[in-house]
């Protein structure tokens, strides 16, 4: 670990579910200290005490390890990359590695250059995106035809329109069980097919999770969620908000129709050998540079419009549930899509501060209305081989019950009201904070 997290971590003092009372954007990137990161998603409800960012005088801990990546010698991580990929290279053409991805730049990327430049066998899986964008699906085709093997794992619509639904009640995260698939599905799929090992793209301490983990290549990218559980205790693993035990009772499902969203145990993992890295940790990631690379050797294509709540076309736009996503996470933190995208494009030297500024008054926030009416009818409950559904109090999803729904998740210090009733951002930002990181620590 670098010296850099030896410095003591900013106090804040937090709510009743774990956000900091006081507001502070980062000096250096845009995020503010209400950003979650990521946890252990099965263990999610009502109560659960978010975690988010860390803060060291008065910046996050994202902006501490962009700047960490700088400084790593990566022709040395990719000497240690070759020599695992010698130990595991199958000389038969047996797949040797699993790629979970969507085949979105990252995803191609990791196949492409693990195929192509590494001479590796891999076998990509795909967690089907809830309703694919046409644009998505287009760039799921052009990757899978660079001559990679995919598995397409469609879950349930029936189940999985559920939970999501279930997770946007009670969680107001409606793209829980998409995250819950890509997570836990991969190790289940890998022991299938006998592969040894799967490589996830970069690590989100690069987004501000935990980097206790970011001087290992192990792990999920995701580094302080775990890639196995010990036992699947019913009473106190929950989906979509509410513990497996009460899904079973109310909607009459069983616990195999359920299996593919929890973590595989970890005696099966030991037991399979299988390693979980992140290539993020051998090869240098930029976003920027992956989405060039794709389009360089495939079919690859941006959006052919902006995404709704930012500026960007080409960061993760495969699922039309992907917006309201966004929007529902900015109505708990204050944060939205535009933030992320602004920060991430000022870690890579790609825009200035006062640019990501502006963008945001531009564009974030922004309500999200290119695809509501396919994602309503997806989240509305008329599924006929569900049982119990009249768990909800009205079924059929309109903007007007997710308005009503999102003012029981605005917390009272990010958000007020204005004299005309309307919901405002109840802090304002010093613009004047202009703080370059390398002149710092
Ligand atoms: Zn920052």
Redesign the pocket.
């Known amino acids: 670990m670098d010296e850099i997290f030896d410095k003591k971590e900013d106090f804040f003092e937090r709510n009743h579910i774990g956000f900091p009372k006081k507001v502070i954007r ?1 000096k ?2 845009l ?1 503010t200290n209400q950003k979650m990161v990521n946890s252990d998603q099965y263990l999610d409800n009502k109560n659960t005490k978010k975690e988010t960012i860390k803060f060291y005088d008065g ?2 801990s ?2 501490l390890v962009n700047k960490l990546k700088k400084k790593i010698d990566y022709k040395e991580r990719e000497k240690q990359l070759k020599e695992i990929l010698s130990k595991y290279r199958s000389k038969n053409g047996d797949y040797d590695v699993l790629i979970p991805g969507s085949g979105g730049k990252d995803s191609f990327y990791a196949s492409h250059i693990l195929k192509y430049k590494y001479g590796m066998n891999p076998l990509t899986v795909t967690w089907r995106p809830h309703i694919y964008t046409e644009w998505g699906q287009h760039n799921f085709e052009s990757w899978i035809n660079t001559g990679v093997t995919n598995i397409l794992y469609s879950p349930n619509p029936h189940i999985h329109r559920l939970l999501s639904r279930l997770a946007l009640e009670n969680l107001f995260h409606p793209f829980q069980t998409f995250g819950l698939g890509q997570q836990n599905l991969p190790a289940k799929i890998a022991k299938k097919f006998n592969i040894k090992l799967i490589f996830y793209g970069e690590d989100s301490a690069e987004y501000g999770s935990d980097a206790k983990n970011y001087f290992s290549y192990k792990g999920l990218g995701a580094s302080n969620v775990k890639e196995a559980i010990d036992e699947i205790d019913e009473s106190k693993i929950f989906l979509g908000g509410i513990t497996i035990e009460e899904l079973r009772e109310r909607f009459d499902l069983k616990i195999n129709q359920l299996d593919p969203y929890l973590p595989i145990l970890s005696e099966e993992l030991e037991d399979s050998k299988i390693i979980i890295c992140k290539l993020g940790y051998f090869l240098k990631w930029r976003p920027q540079s992956n989405y060039y690379y794709a389009s360089e050797n495939s079919d690859f294509i941006p959006a052919p419009e902006r995404t709704q709540g930012t500026y960007t076309k080409f960061n993760s736009i495969d699922d039309k549930l992907d917006d309201l996503f966004y929007w529902t996470g900015f109505i708990k933190s204050g944060l939205g899509r535009t933030t992320f995208d602004a ?1 991430q494009d000022i870690w890579n030297n790609e825009i200035s501060r006062n640019e990501g500024l502006s963008l945001i008054s531009k564009y974030e926030g922004e309500y999200p209305d290119r695809f509501e009416k396919e994602v309503f009818k997806y989240l509305s409950m008329n599924m006929e081989s569900i049982k119990g559904l009249d768990y909800f109090k009205q079924k059929d999803l309109n903007r007007n019950y997710l308005f009503n729904l999102a003012d029981n998740f605005r917390q009272a210090h990010i958000w007020n009201k204005n004299s005309i009733g309307e919901w405002q951002i109840s802090y304002s930002d010093n613009n004047e904070n202009n703080f370059e990181v390398s002149d710092w620590g």
Do not use: F, T
């Open positions: 980062c250096s990137c995020l910046i996050c994202a902006c920060s």
